[in-house]
Every structure is written in C-alpha cells, then in structure tokens.
C-alpha cells in the first residue's frame, strides 16, 4: 500500500496573511458531509459547499453536495462537465464557498494533487483526516486551508475556529455519486 507521505509539497515562499473573511456553517451541513464522506467507504470522496454571500464577503453553506465524481485510495476527480451540472442547478445567488474532501490517513495538508484540482482559489478548502471518521470536534483535526499568492495555506487551528463558524439552520443535500 502506499504512503501518504508521497503526497507531501513543498513549504509556502510567501507567508500567510490572516484573512477576515467568515464562513458560517450549519451542524446540518457538517453532519451531512461527514456522512457523504463516509459513504464513500475506503475512498477518497469531494463535498463541495454553496451557499449566499453578504455585501462583505461572508458566505453561509445551505446546500453540500456530493457531485459525480472517480473515487479512489489516494484521490478524487470531479469533471468539468459534473461541476457543470451542480453550478447550473443553483440558485441564482448561491456561490460556491468551500470545497472538502477526505484523505486515507492522518494527514490534513494538502497534495500537490489537491492544488491542482481545487475548484477555485477563493474558497476554503477542507481536509478531513482518515476518510471522515474519527472526527474531533469541528474545526478541530481538519486541516482548513486558504489559497494566497497561489498557494493553500494550512491555517493554524485557532485561525481556522475564527474563519469557520458553526451555526444552526438548514441545509439542501445532495449526493450525485
């Protein structure tokens, strides 16, 4: 079997900035993607978070979806044209605000994989640990990251407790794999 530790990359040149941005995040949702991803069994599997943004930037997740999407030990692949297809079923002012998915082991950084596979630099990126089980209290043990200067930066957790907000309220979910 292989290692995680082929996934690794190289340290940021730049060093992170603390954004202001907050996204806040119904226990709904969290429990929804912690779900899809263990759906996925032993696979790594991506939820993508949609939801309004306010006049300042901050987004509220009301709908996690899981896309169509190839699945396997290591990574997961979402295709233009699936991408495609959940953006186009979205409420006019929806946006997408976060991507997430799972990795094999213990590991919550990034691939160089992930870097080049996120669906856009302005949004988080969450990693959860060990195929989404085994989670601790959220944020804490899942690697959030943010993308500055054209890298995705592994927030420190009390950074990560300050960007993501847990909250009460409903969430649309959909599972398309």
């Known amino acids: 079997m292989r290692s995680e ?5 190289v340290p940021p040149t730049v060093p992170y900035r603390p ?4 996204l806040r995040v119904p ?18 599997s991506g939820v993508l978070w949609y939801g309004p943004r306010d006049s300042a930037g901050n987004g509220t997740v009301v709908y996690v979806v899981a896309p169509r999407q190839e699945m396997s030990w290591g990574n997961y692949h979402i295709s233009a044209e699936e991408l495609a ?9 929806w946006k997408p605000l976060a ?3 799972s ?3 213990i590991l919550i950084e990034h691939s160089p994989y992930d870097d080049r596979m996120a669906i856009s630099t302005r949004v988080l ?3 959860f640990p060990n195929y989404g089980r085994k989670a601790k209290t959220f944020p804490t043990g899942i690697g959030v990251h943010e993308c500055q200067d054209g890298y995705w930066h592994l927030l420190n957790p009390a950074t990560a407790r300050r960007r993501i907000i847990v ?11």
């Open 5 to 9: 530790d082929t996934f690794r990359r």
């Open 19 to 22: 954004g202001t941005l907050v």
């Open 27 to 44: 226990k709904q949702a969290l429990a929804a993607t912690v779900e899809l991803l263990q759906r996925a069994g032993k696979k790594e």
């Open 85 to 93: 297809r959940v953006v186009h079923g979205l409420s006019g002012d």
């Open 99 to 101: 991507q997430v998915h």
């Open 103 to 105: 990795h094999p082991g």
């Open 125 to 127: 990126s969450l990693v």
């Open 167 to 177: 909250t009460g309220g409903e969430v649309k979910v959909e599972d398309f794999r």
